[in-house]
């Protein structure tokens, strides 16, 4: 059997999207196949795409899928055909603590392929049960930005009702962070560069929200929002142009996730007046297995679903990229098999 897919192909220095075929690998004892029905985008892949020295010429894309299971092998137990599953983003992170082993193996970027492909063959341990009420398109957006938030605020920051939250900006992080600590009973603030983006997130449900254009100083919004307490848990998604404001702006014995870099990996903010907060910092990468089946229970519950700003067809996938790198999204960008 012949699959489409994508692969970033080295031209000069750089690296561009191309469709092309692959024939799909025979089933080991216990892997399945899944059929690809939808993926979505992350920033992370525009920096896999912008980075030809660490990528492999030739890999498949994306870390984010939905679909159905079409084969088992010969030894599989947990899975049926026609069972709706997505892949872990660490496909070997089942539980448990960490193992850095896990970052070469995470799917679609360095040397590992991905999901931009019409078959996918995982092991059955790394494959996750879609809850009912998603759709393909909406469950394609939780294995990497979905799982990150929930990890962040309930498995590090056990994340309780009556806390402030604050998350940075409106892209897919943000915005799960938003919905998942809003159906916890927690206090949101949403920063954004947009008003009209500001205006969907209060409708979202946010607590409050500051465009960190206009006012800068969105530290200081905070504390005078909080009445001086400041944030109980912040998704720190900016990287060196949003560190300081973030620890201005944690509360005595807040929580900082280290998330993101959208404004690049350069330099260390000042640490010391955590100290005088007794607040911390967590590195947050992604999460295991357990985590993304913990966050699809909380979003079952909820009746959570993911905000899908715009989505194209798999023959479209360079326009998704694009879409993604003018960052007018509002949610998450996604791929549809179907269409
Ligand atoms: N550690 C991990 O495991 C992990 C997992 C997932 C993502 N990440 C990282 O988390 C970050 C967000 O990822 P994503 O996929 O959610 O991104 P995304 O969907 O592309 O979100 C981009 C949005 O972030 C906002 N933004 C950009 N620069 C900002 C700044 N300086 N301050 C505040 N907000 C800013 C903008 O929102 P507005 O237009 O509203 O201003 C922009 O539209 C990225 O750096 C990504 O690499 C890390």
């Given amino acids: 059997m012949i699959s489409r897919h994508y692969a970033l192909t080295r031209e000069g220095s750089s690296l561009t999207l191309r469709q092309t075929t692959k024939p799909v690998p025979e089933l080991s004892p216990n892997q399945i196949l899944i059929k690809v029905r939808a993926a979505s985008l992350n920033y992370r892949d525009l920096l896999t795409m912008g980075d030809a020295d660490a990528t492999r010429d030739g890999l498949t894309p994306l870390s ?3 679909g159905v299971v079409v084969q088992i092998g010969s030894a599989v137990t947990t899975w049926t055909i026609g069972d709706r599953v997505s892949p872990n983003f660490f496909p070997a992170w089942l539980g448990g603590a960490f193992s850095p082993v896990n970052l070469s193996n995470a799917l679609g ?9 019409e078959y996918l063959v995982i092991d059955e341990t790394a494959a996750v049960a879609i809850p009912d009420h998603l759709s393909f398109v909406e469950a ?3 294995p990497y930005a979905g799982v990150t938030a929930w990890h962040a605020l309930f498995e590090r920051g056990k994340l309780q009702p009556g806390e402030t939250v604050l998350v940075q900006g409106t892209g897919g992080v943000a915005l799960f962070g938003l919905q998942l600590a809003a159906a916890q009973g927690a206090r949101v ?5 947009s008003d009209a983006k500001l205006a969907r997130a209060a409708a979202l449900g946010a607590w409050q929200v500051i465009n960190y254009k206009t006012q800068p100083d969105w530290d200081q919004a905070v504390m005078t929002l909080t009445d001086g307490h400041g944030a109980d848990h912040i998704l720190e998604l900016g990287g060196p142009d949003t560190y300081d404001r973030s620890i201005a702006a944690i509360a005595p014995g807040g929580r900082i996730a280290q998330i993101g870099v959208l404004s690049g990996f350069g330099a260390q903010p000042n640490l010391t007046p955590l100290q005088f907060k007794n607040a911390s910092i967590n590195g947050i ?14 979003v079952a519950e909820h009746a959570i679903h993911p905000i899908v700003n715009e989505v194209f067809a798999f023959d479209d996938a360079p ?3 694009e879409r993604l790198r003018a960052a007018g999204h509002f949610g998450k960008i ?3 098999f179907d269409r």
Avoid at 285 to 298: D, I, M, P, Q, T
């Fill in 285 to 298: 990468c992604v999460g295991s297995v357990e985590h993304y089946e913990r966050l699809n229970a909380f």
């Fill in 64 to 66: 984010d899928a939905s």
């Fill in 189 to 193: 603030i949403v920063t954004s560069s």
């Fill in 334 to 336: 996604a791929i549809s």
């Fill in 140 to 142: 394609a957006t939780l």
């Fill in 319 to 321: 326009l998704a990229y």
């Fill in 109 to 117: 970027g360095g040397q590992t392929d991905g999901v931009l492909s």
